[in-house]
């Protein structure tokens, strides 16, 4: 009884400390953590609604139905829905997009944590420091990480209030269609959706639930308290600073727990195992290419969305995706598939081009 209840509560704990911390990393990159745009904080909470609801259902839906994690799970649901193989390689490009994920997120906290207090050091050699740490780390029991996480999450918004400078105030300004993009991101993106992540664990809950929501929803209203979270946080001093790295740490080490998890039970040889890992992490190691990486993090998490929303909405059959949701009216299911068919790719390729345009 005890490991059901830690099970149906470490999804939900992921999904706020994932979210925040991921957020925290991409908010500087789309111009948010100073600028307190009301208009674009609007917009943002829009698209947590109308595309990471029903990303989070998809994702959830599809773990009811192939009962094992993402990577592993892509064979069997190609073979249900009569797919071409090429589908399966959006489980490839999740998983080495986790670790990718994690190593530019620990990127960020080595930029932050020289500022503040190692100023003489490389910020490389501050990066490869704490990868290290993330890796030992990450060989923990999951739920030592999870706890980690959230106590270093917690610490970082209380002090970030109490220590931390004042913020600037709120005002409104005109909406651009540039501003799509980034909120796309922020709603996808840095909410985990995608990698397969609350897919993988959330497993031992779903095998005792026959209702969708009672899973998606509480990982999606966690996610909401992580963007509203993070309206009043600023890691702008030194204290805040060093338990937002130790937070960003901690959860980078879940990040590469599960992608670990993901490749073993692939059954994938394990020195190629380590291989990618390791590569992933590491590539953010080599100084001067934050700008290029970080682009290509968002466009590549907005792929790996669109390639699931478009195999969910357009390849699987209809009866298998509406059996494993199970929503109690007929009308949620259509309007949960409209959003997958059609808001969702729309939204996402016109996020792609909004975040080309701007490199243009």
Known sequence: MQDNAMSRWLSPLMAFCLSFIIIATLAPI?????????????????????????????????????????????????????????????????????????????SNASQLLGHFAFNGIAPNLLFVCLA???????????????????????ASLILA?????????WHVTAVVFSEWGSATVLALVASGLGMGLYWQSSLPV?????????????????????VIAFAFFAANAEIPSFTFVLAVVS??????????????????NIAIQWLVILAAVFIWAIPAI??????????????????????????????????????????????????????????IILAIISIIGQLL
């Open 30 to 106: 789309v111009g948010i953590q100073v600028d307190r745009q009301l208009d674009f904080w609007l917009l943002w909470l829009g698209t947590m609604l109308i595309l990471a609801l029903p990303i989070c259902y998809l994702e959830i839906a599809l773990a009811k139905r192939s009962k094992t994690t993402a990577l592993n799970a892509l064979s069997s649901l190609t073979r249900d829905a009569d797919a071409s193989q090429k589908w399966r390689l959006v489980g490839w490009l999740a998983v080495v997009f986790i670790p990718f994920l994690a190593g530019g997120m620990l």
């Open 132 to 154: 290290i740490v993330a890796l030992a780390l990450s060989f923990a029991p999951r739920q030592i990480i999870v706890g980690l996480s959230v106590v270093a999450v917690l």
């Open 161 to 169: 209030n109490i220590l931390g400078t004042a913020l600037p105030a």
């Open 206 to 226: 779903l095998k005792q639930q026959e209702v969708a929501t009672q899973t998606a929803l509480p990982i999606w209203i966690a996610q909401l308290f992580a």
């Open 251 to 268: 959860v980078s080490a879940l990040l590469l727990n599960m992608a670990r998890e993901q490749l073993l039970q692939r059954q994938l």
């Open 290 to 347: 934050s700008p290029i990486f970080n682009t290509l993090l968002m466009l590549w998490g907005l792929v790996i969305c669109l390639i699931y929303a478009v195999f969910a909405g357009w390849i699987m059959k209809i009866s298998h995706l509406r059996k494993s949701m199970n929503f109690s009216n007929e009308l949620f299911y259509n309007l949960w598939r409209i959003a997958v068919r059609v808001v969702l790719p729309v939204s």
